[in-house]
Each structure stands twice: as structure tokens, then as C-alpha cells.
């Protein structure tokens, strides 16, 4: 399989509870970004990393909100305390930087997270 | 505030016709604009995509357009199939490699 994986796909759970997520990039694809998406809007860009260093991270990404990637290949995002307000669909995907000049990103099917 | 705006939540086609699919965007600085298509239940494909230096890039069936003065790009689909039928999101970057910056979508219906 050459595509991005993302594992669990469905997660349900309870306000204030811990949920982690987790994405397997393409293989050799250094650049890694994860994405928020809600009912009718469009995926909403959390953070991104190269290799191991987290790059960026989106103002909108409350301190709740963790992610890593340690070795460089697969990455976790991590939610702690979750609220009602963070039910939605979460997308991974990943590119080679400079490979490309149009920086396609390859996205992963996403986790759809239900806070009750 | 909505950096990329897709003003037109759905759009219908009759199967062989053109499809037409519009964006806008306020942000000057950005250099890369992408196309992506998304079926229910799986991620967003990459479709099609245009740097800033260009005003035209055709794949096939799909042509991307620019026009930077006017801050708007559009996706032309012809002609159009069935198959078609899905959200498509524009999308945007600032930097090589960076984050992308998405419109709401347009659901495109493709009527046989």
C-alpha cells in the first residue's frame, strides 16, 4: 500500500476524555501535515512537520491539542480534555518537499471524531 | 477571515456539458493554487494545479485558469461525467512545501 494510512477511522468519546490519532505518510515522504475538517467547510490546516521538526502550527490550535513525529516517519495528534467542539474529521497528508512545484499534498482517508 | 472563498456551495451539469467551478482569494502572496476532489467517507484527491507564473495548465479532461489582477481561478471540467460527482475544494500556498489554505468547497452533481 503506497498510500497515507490513518488509524483509528472512527474514534467516539466522551467530553474531557484523552484521544490520540495516527497517521503513516507515504514511505519517503518527509513533509507531514495535519488537517481539520468540519461539515461543510473546507480542511482547516493545524500543523505540519518536516522529517521530526514541527515546522508550523496554527494559532488556531489550542494547548490541548499535541502532535509528533519522532523518528520522522509516522506522526500522533493528540487531544486531551476533548470538548464537544472538537467533533469532526481529522486528515493527515504528506509530500516531498521540492519534489514538486505545485507542493501536492496526498491525504489520507481521515479519523471522524464524535465527542459526546 | 476566508483567505479563499468558493462562493457557490453546489453546482448541477448535464453529463457531456462543461462544468465550471470558481474561486477566489484575497491573499496576494500566494504562489501555488490546487485542485482537489473529494468523495464521502475518503480523503481529498489531488486534481490539478497552477503556480502563480502561469495563466493556464490543462490535464486532460481539466483545465485550471488564472487570473492573478482578479484574484480568481477556475477548473473547467469537459466534458463532464457522472463519475465526476463529488465536492471540489480550491486551495491555496504561500510557500513551497507550506500549509494549504481551502475554500469551503462546491458539490458538483453530474446528471446523466
Known amino acids: 500500500d503506497t498510500g497515507v494510512s490513518q488509524n483509528p477511522r472512527h474514534k467516539i468519546t466522551k467530553r474531557g476524555q484523552n484521544v490520540t490519532f495516527r497517521c503513516d505518510p507515504i514511505s519517503e515522504h518527509n513533509r507531514l501535515y495535519w488537517y481539520r475538517q468540519t461539515l461543510g467547510q473546507g ?18 490550535l489550542s494547548d490541548r491539542f499535541s502532535a509528533e513525529r519522532p523518528k520522522g516517519s509516522f506522526s500522533t495528534l493528540e487531544i486531551q480534555r476533548t470538548e464537544q467542539g472538537d467533533s469532526a474529521m481529522y486528515l493527515c497528508a504528506s509530500s516531498l518537499a521540492w519534489d514538486s512545484p505545485y507542493n501536492e499534498q496526498f491525504f489520507g482517508p481521515g479519523t471522524r471524531l464524535t465527542v459526546l | 477571515d476566508q483567505q479563499v472563498k468558493q462562493n457557490s456551495p453546489s453546482l448541477s451539469v448535464q453529463e457531456g456539458r462543461i462544468s465550471i467551478l470558481n474561486c477566489d482569494y484575497t491573499n496576494s502572496m500566494f504562489d ?32 485550471v485558469f488564472l487570473n492573478k489582477s482578479a484574484k480568481h481561478l477556475s477548473l473547467h471540467i469537459v466534458p463532464s461525467q457522472p463519475g465526476d460527482s463529488a465536492v471540489y475544494f480550491c486551495a491555496a500556498s504561500s510557500v513551497q512545501g507550506g500549509k494549504l489554505i481551502f475554500g469551503q468547497g462546491t458539490e458538483l452533481s453530474v446528471k446523466p
Not at chain 1, 480542511?43 to 496554527?58: G, V, W
Not at chain 2, 480523503?43 to 481539466?62: A, Q, Y
Open chain 2, 32 to 63: 501555488y493554487f490546487l485542485w482537489y476532489k473529494k468523495y464521502p467517507a475518503e480523503g481529498p484527491t489531488f486534481l490539478i494545479s497552477i503556480s502563480s507564473i502561469k495563466d493556464k495548465n490543462e490535464d486532460g479532461r481539466f483545465t
Open chain 1, 43 to 60: 480542511p482547516e490546516f493545524l500543523t505540519y512537520f518536516q522529517n521530526e521538526a514541527q515546522l508550523e502550527k496554527s494559532r488556531l
